[in-house]
Nanobody, 115 residues
Framework: VHLLESGGGLVQPGGSLRLSCAASGFTFSSNVMSWYRQAPGKEREWVAG????????YYADSVKGRFTISRDNTKNTMYFQMNSLKFDDTATYYC?????????WGQGTQVTVSS
């Protein structure tokens, strides 16, 4: 199982970024996928999830209405469109999945919101 995030970077408040998570080594279309983030000095927190088919999405209150999770099962890739970014969104963002009780993480991609 391999998860590879990309798309992070430095952005000004109010700006946008689109993260990607490329998956391999498992049947991507059968798995629920999630985005988590970890800010400096804080615990890792769940921010969004998407069902295997993409028809159901879930968000933490902190990002609801600003971020959109999606997936393309033909490309084995999950996305995270982040709009109206705030200073508090600064964190390392991770994609995650669980297969038969084992949890898998990507290496993370850094998002920094700064003026």
């Amino acid at each position: 199982v391999h998860l590879l995030e990309s798309g992070g970077g430095l952005v000004q408040p109010g700006g946008s970024l689109r993260l990607s998570c490329a998956a391999s080594g498992f049947t991507f279309s059968s798995n629920v996928m999630s985005w988590y983030r970890q800010a400096p000095g804080k615990e890792r927190e769940w921010v969004a999830g998407i069902s295997s088919g993409g028809g159901s999405t879930y968000y933490a209150d902190s990002v609801k209405g600003r971020f959109t999770i999606s997936r393309d099962n033909t490309k084995n890739t999950m996305y995270f469109q982040m709009n109206s970014l705030k200073f508090d969104d600064t964190a390392t963002y991770y994609c995650r999945t669980s297969i038969r009780g084992s949890v898998y993480w990507g290496q993370g991609t850094q998002v920094t919101v700064s003026s």
